[in-house]
Structures are given as structure tokens and as C-alpha cells.
């Protein structure tokens, strides 16, 4: 979901995966995909961003963390590669981008 401002000051939340387009005339109007319109404050450009940023969220969260075990390297290997006496957890941003940091050192060695 992603925060929008009508033109009467009042926020409110809507599922970016609805929006079917985005026109400044000049108002800013989000066109859902089933006709209904919204006027906000917000610019087709922050609009833009903030989907940008949602779905960059759910794809983060959808990155499950490798454990780190000896013979395993982070993010090789499928579905096998998850050790089933341990849970699954999603990582968060800064874990994934710590993650990925470390693969690049050690695929530059």
C-alpha cells in the first residue's frame, strides 16, 4: 500500500497493485483499474516513486536468508540449501544488502 493525500488534506491508503494510471491535468488523478478515480496532492512523479519503493519492499521480503553453515555459501542452491531444523525468516533491507556486499567481495577473490 502506499500513502496519498486527496486534495482536502486527508491522507489515505491505497493498493498500489490497483493503480492503472497516473495523469497530472494538472490536478494529479490515479485511475484504479476498475474506473474508480482518486485527486490527490501527490505528483506523478512521487507517485511513481512511492510504487517504485513498495514493490522494491515486497521483493526484499521475499528474499529469504541463507543460513551461513560450513561447505554452504549464502544465496547458492535451491530449496536444499534451507536447513529444515531451522525456520525460514525474511531478511530485511539492510541484512540483504549486507548479504549481497558479501557475495560481491567474495566473488572478486
Known sequence: ??????????????NADLIERVDATP???VTLVDG????????????VSAVRRH???IIAMSNV?????????????????HRTDEPR?????T???EVAAARR?????
Open 36 to 47: 474508480k478515480k482518486y485527486v490527490v496532492t501527490d505528483s506523478v512523479d512521487q507517485i
Open 105 to 109: 567481495t567474495s566473488s572478486e577473490s
Open 27 to 29: 490536478d494529479t488523478v
Open 65 to 81: 536468508l541463507a543460513f551461513e553453515q560450513p561447505g554452504h555459501h549464502a544465496g547458492h542452491g535451491g530449496p536444499s540449501s
Open 89 to 93: 525468516r525474511l531478511g530485511t533491507v
Open 95 to 97: 541484512e540483504l544488502t
Open 55 to 57: 514493490r522494491g519492499e
Open 1 to 14: 500500500m502506499i500513502t496519498l493525500t486527496r486534495l482536502s488534506g486527508s491522507m489515505f491508503a491505497l
